[in-house]
């Protein structure tokens, strides 16, 4: 069975630095796609970035990337140059199979940007 | 983007009674939409697929006679959660899944949510 883990619950980052968030999924299947997702207060889930499981290159979207390690079997979200708005949950999930399919989520990590 | 609505956002009803939350897809139809059930500082947790036209699949451990599921059209899914009672006091997502046009394969889009609470 698929699993996604995020070991960090709680992170702190200064405004303006980057930050890591680790993600390790399990799965046996061979196509699969890895999506974070940023959750504020008010509860909407905001999608950052993806990675299909056949992507050679790292994604990028802004100041959002992905580090993919496929042998590994980790997904972590780096953020640069934080911002106070970026302070929210973020969750890791993971598709098997075709796009479109259900997504499970890791446990998630509050992130707080500090002034 | 694809635009997905739920409602209410929010329903405060008392323990035996019955509420139905809709999820619409507002500018695309979606053959499959899903349910998620959130408690407050954990993760989503899938509760069912929902398929047009047809019985929705539910996860393990998640009751289908308690938490009844409607996907009569294309653009509408319903969770009627039965007999409510305070530990169905949850945040209730939904998303819908975007066929991307002759490649058979799609993207989900998440609704603002649903915060549900039992007195």
């Known amino acids: 069975a698929q699993k996604i883990t995020q070991t960090q619950p709680g992170m702190f980052v200064q405004e303006k630095e980057a930050v890591t968030l680790d993600c390790t999924y399990d799965?046996?299947?061979?196509?699969?796609?890895l999506f974070w997702y940023k959750q504020p207060s008010s509860g909407e889930m905001i999608f950052l970035i993806y990675?299909?499981?056949?992507?050679?290159q790292n994604a990028t979207e802004g100041r959002y990337s992905l580090n993919f390690q496929k042998a590994r079997k980790s997904a972590n979200l780096v953020i640069s140059a934080s911002q106070l708005g970026d302070s929210a949950m973020y969750f890791c999930a993971m598709r098997e199979g075709p796009m479109g399919g259900k997504l499970i989520f890791g446990q998630g990590t509050e992130l707080s940007v500090k002034p | 983007g694809a635009v997905v609505s739920q409602h209410p956002s929010w329903v405060i009803c008392k323990s035996g009674t019955s509420v139905k939350i809709e999820c619409r897809s507002l500018d695309f139809q979606a053959t499959t939409m899903f349910w998620y059930r959130q408690f407050p500082k954990q993760s989503l947790m899938l509760m069912a697929t929902?398929?047009?036209?047809?019985?929705?699949?539910?996860e393990q451990g998640v009751e289908k006679d308690k938490f009844l599921i409607n996907h009569a059209s294309l653009t509408l899914s319903t969770l009627t959660v039965t007999s409510a009672h305070p530990e169905d006091s949850s945040f209730y997502i939904c998303?819908?899944?975007?066929?991307?046009?002759?490649?058979?394969?799609?993207?989900?889009?998440f609704g603002p949510g649903t915060r549900l609470t039992v007195t």
């Open positions: 929902s398929n047009e036209g047809s019985k929705a699949t539910y």
């Open positions: 998303s819908a899944n975007f066929a991307f046009p002759g490649t058979g394969g799609g993207e989900q889009y």
């Open positions: 799965t046996s299947d061979q196509s699969y796609g």
């Open positions: 990675q299909g499981s056949y992507d050679e």
